[in-house]
Structure formats: structure tokens, C-alpha cells
């Protein structure tokens, strides 16, 4: 599982930034250049401070000795991360806000962690949130046009470039990642959630459905929603998350929430975190009690040889 994420971490990153490559240089991206060299290197260097100071704390090598392969990989989620933010946020000529954002959803990975199977692992998605503190912290700050994506290209290019996205997220999430499960449950609760806004709180089906044709609603679809490293591994729990993720939206929609998507993702992760962490401490509660049960009744018998 390990390999496989691996994997899906060199092939995420491949794409990325060939789409930030191709954005800058065609699609008709927006952002300044210098955003993108911000946003790399703040996220370079604290995912690289952030595990020297774990290394040095636990009195273990830092994860990234070795080569420059295992150099590349350690710094994989960290690119992903702070392109995502790169490219989804438009601080117009600011660099602060796209330094908060990609610091913000490194260092996420260190501070918000619970038990998952065993290990301890971060349970919120760093460049949704990195992008949703930013959104919070600074209401200045606003999204990117989705129009930007295609803002340069014309006739079926229109068309070809959001199939082509969807083609290559359908097999990355399936060979790699394994949560085509969750996107069907996103997909499925976003088209419900349109369906009751449109019954109950007199909100027409097509513009409540708009969104979904645009190019970043498929970005966020197949390449943020199914991150294997902060959503659930069964299939079931995959199809929870993605309509809980779909009907907070929902539930934002009806408030007049803007930057819903973000929101949304962010607010599923945090309530999955604090059910991880009730979890853990039932546990570790149980655990205690077993142990002072234990001691008693050991304590009883040897008494009663006594």
C-alpha cells in the first residue's frame, strides 16, 4: 500500500505541474509567476525543517537521507501542495497570502494527526487546507477564475481538455489510489444535494448543477476530494465521506457560503479528525480500565495464597 501510494504521490505531482506548466504558458492562468516560486519554496523548506525537528526530537535520520531520489520523494506532497495553492488561490499581486497558504498546509500535516491503523497520520487534506485557512484569514483573497482553465482555448479544445482531465484522475484513482468509491459518493450526494436545494429552498436544478461543468469542479473532484492520505480506505467509508462532503456543501449553498467546496472538504476532514481522536482516547480509557481490572484481580489472588 505503501508502493502504491508512492506512486500515486510521483504521478499526482507529474501532473500538476505539467498543468501549471501548460497554464502559465497557454491556458491563460492568472497568477504571477512569482506566485509559484513563493509557494515552492515555503513549502520546501518547512516540510524540510518540520522533519528535522521530528528527526531530531525522535533521534532517528531525517527521512530524506539517502539520495536525491528519496530527497524527490520526501518533498512530493509538499510540491503538490503548494502548486495546488498556487494555482487555485488570486491574492492578485500579494506573495503573503500564498506563503501562508502553502506553510499552512505543510505544517497541517504535523499538527492535525490521529491513529489510523496503527500509526499516527494526518487525517486533513494540506492543500485544501492551506487554501481554506487562507480564504478565512484573509476575505481579500478570492479564487481563482474558473474560466482561466480555458480562458485561451477554443472549438473542442473546450472540450478535450476537461475529458482529458477526467481520463487521466479516472486512472489514477483507480489504479493508485483506489477511491473511485469516494468520487462516486461526492458525485452522487452533489447531484442530490441539488436535487433537495431545487425541492425544499426554491433553487433552480441547472444553475444549482452548473458548477459541476466547469473544469475546477473536476479538478477538485479527482484530484483534491480522493486524497488516499486523509479519506477513508473502504469502500464504504469512501462513499460517506464524498456525499458528507457533498451535502456540507449543500448546506453552505443554503447559507450563501461562498468558496463552498473548499469549506466543505475542510469541515469533513476536521470532524473526521475529531472522531479519530474520541476514538483513540475510548481506547486508550478502555485500556487503563482493563489494566487497573487486571491489577486487581492479580492482586486479589495472590492474597488469597496468601
Not at 473532484?221 to 492520505?229: A, I, K
Request: aromatic fraction near 12%; include cysteine; charged fraction near 15%.
Amino acid at each position: 500500500m505503501k508502493d502504491m501510494r508512492l506512486a500515486a504521490l510521483r504521478r499526482f505531482a507529474l501532473a500538476i505541474s505539467v498543468l501549471t506548466c501548460a497554464g502559465h504558458a497557454v491556458l491563460g492562468f492568472e497568477q504571477a509567476y512569482a506566485h509559484v516560486v513563493i509557494a515552492l519554496a515555503t513549502a520546501y523548506s518547512v516540510e524540510i525543517a518540520l522533519e528535522l525537528v521530528d528527526a531530531s526530537a525522535c533521534h532517528r535520520p531525517a527521512v530524506f537521507r539517502g539520495g536525491v531520489l528519496r530527497v524527490i520523494d520526501f518533498l512530493l506532497p509538499a510540491h503538490i501542495t503548494a502548486l495546488a495553492c498556487a494555482m487555485l488561490l488570486y491574492p492578485n499581486d500579494r506573495l503573503a497570502p500564498i506563503v501562508f497558504a502553502a506553510a499552512f498546509g505543510v505544517a497541517s500535516k504535523s499538527v492535525f494527526r490521529a491513529r489510523i491503523g496503527g500509526s499516527r497520520r494526518h487525517f486533513m487534506n494540506p492543500s485544501n487546507a492551506g487554501i481554506a485557512a487562507t480564504l478565512l484569514l484573509f476575505p481579500w483573497v478570492g479564487v481563482a477564475m474558473p474560466y482561466q482553465f480555458t480562458e485561451n482555448l477554443h472549438g473542442a479544445l473546450d472540450w478535450l481538455l476537461p475529458v482529458l482531465f477526467v481520463c487521466v484522475g479516472s486512472f489514477l484513482n483507480a489504479r493508485f489510489t483506489r477511491r473511485i468509491p469516494l468520487i462516486a459518493g461526492w458525485v452522487g450526494g452533489f447531484i442530490a444535494q441539488a436535487l433537495i436545494r431545487t425541492a425544499w429552498f426554491d433553487v433552480r436544478l441547472l444553475p444549482a448543477l452548473t458548477p459541476a461543468t466547469g473544469v475546477a469542479f473536476v479538478l477538485f473532484t479527482f484530484y483534491m476530494v480522493p486524497d488516499p492520505g486523509t479519506t477513508p480506505t473502504r469502500p464504504r467509508d469512501q462513499i460517506c465521506f464524498g456525499a458528507a462532503v457533498a451535502m456540507v456543501y449543500g448546506a453552505l449553498q443554503v447559507m450563501h457560503v461562498v468558496y463552498g467546496l473548499f469549506f466543505a472538504l475542510a469541515a469533513v476532514c476536521t470532524v473526521r479528525g475529531a472522531m479519530l481522536w474520541a476514538r483513540e482516547a475510548v481506547t486508550a480509557l478502555q485500556s487503563e480500565v482493563l489494566a487497573v481490572d487486571v491489577g486487581v484481580t492479580g492482586a486479589s489472588s495472590f492474597k488469597g495464597e496468601a
